[in-house]
């Protein structure tokens, strides 16, 4: 027994010696690599002071590439960028547009991770290539189509950073056309960091909703509600129509909820009304309804609050704990007799501190 205690003790200081021995060896490897970073640096700003009177000349341009095309070099360089100005820093990378071109002819040939770096610099400089579409264009557009989702992301913020609504609407044609599985929360994210005109880049995504497969209809309805924008008539169709995707119509039944159109208000009841059958619908049209407030509204709410779906019951509550002073709050529920419909409602009228 003895043995096999010293055995596991032995054995216990052999595994602690390597893992000690390996955060040493990590640290080292990290001073390391810091220092020769910092070298790089200091380096690439010697040539570029040395030859500052030269940046455009093709002598200077072709040394440059050279040494942009390796990595550590190139992290360098982004390096140095960051730490300059925004003025300096547009004004130094206007001048190297021509070598962005060329390197660019290394970089899309190397493996994803290195792409997913070289076009998130991109991203973070689109002055470099927004002016007009090149090759940088081309590129980003392309790298929205590839298989890492990393690289896919990096170029779609590339062009949203861009401002041309011509860039997305080509992108997404492609993304949906070879049925790329972008989440459509991370496009409808990238979508509200776009930097041009909002109101044209919605007239763009409405006129090619039909042609879009779900994912990114559901990214664009989401869009639209974010930024408020009047498509009523049209997500009031896709709505209605029950041969729509469900998660198409959900997100429909969401938008309504942040834009008011009065139409929709008997189909939200309707929805209320066939909750056993789509208990999804009748939970956000009771939560849509908080928009629609009026006697009718109040009633089917209240009905709701007995719903046998905890969701359907809880959204009901919120819906008429928003719209409600603590005074009608309170003779609702003295006129409720169901007990679960009384626990919905005290739980929200608690979390929106409206309990006399």
Known sequence: ???????????????????????????????????????????????????????RSLKFQKQFIKKLKKMNYFIAFTNIVENMDKQEKEVFL???????????????????IRQTYFVHFLAENSFIYKDNKNALINYLIKCTTTTSIYLRENALHAL???GRVEYIKEAFSKMNYLNIAHHHKLLTDGLLKFKGNSKELANCLLLEL?????????ACI??????????????FQYLTNKKEKKEVRLACL????????????????????????NWEYAAIAASTLSNYQN??????????????????????????????????????????????????????????????
């Open 1 to 55: 027994m003895n043995r096999i205690a010293e055995n596991i003790l032995y054995l216990y200081l052999i595994v602690f010696l390597s893992v000690l021995g390996f955060d040493i060896a990590c640290i080292f490897v990290r001073k390391w690599n810091e220092k020769h970073l910092e070298n790089l640096k200091n380096n690439l700003l010697r040539f570029l002071s040395q030859n500052k009177k030269n940046i």
């Open 94 to 112: 206007r001048s190297l547009k021509y070598t962005f071109l060329k390197i660019l002819k290394h970089y899309q040939n190397e493996e994803s």
């Open 160 to 162: 949203y950073q861009s």
């Open 210 to 218: 039909k042609d879009y497969n779900e994912n990114y209809q559901i």
């Open 222 to 235: 989401n869009y639209f509600s974010y930024k408020k924008i009047e498509c009523q008539e049209i997500l």
């Open 254 to 277: 969401r938008y309504f909820k942040n834009i008011y159109y009065q139409p929709v208000e008997k189909v939200l009841y309707d929805f209320l009304e066939d909750e056993k059958q």
């Open 295 to 356: 006697k009718e509204t109040v009633k089917r709410l209240i009905t709701s609050l007995k719903s046998y779906n905890w969701y359907v019951r809880n959204n009901a509550a919120m819906s008429i704990t928003n719209a409600n002073d603590i005074e009608i709050l309170q003779t609702i529920l003295q006129k409720i007799d169901d007990q679960y419909a009384k626990d919905a409602l005290l739980y929200q009228m608690r979390l929106q501190r409206k309990l006399g």
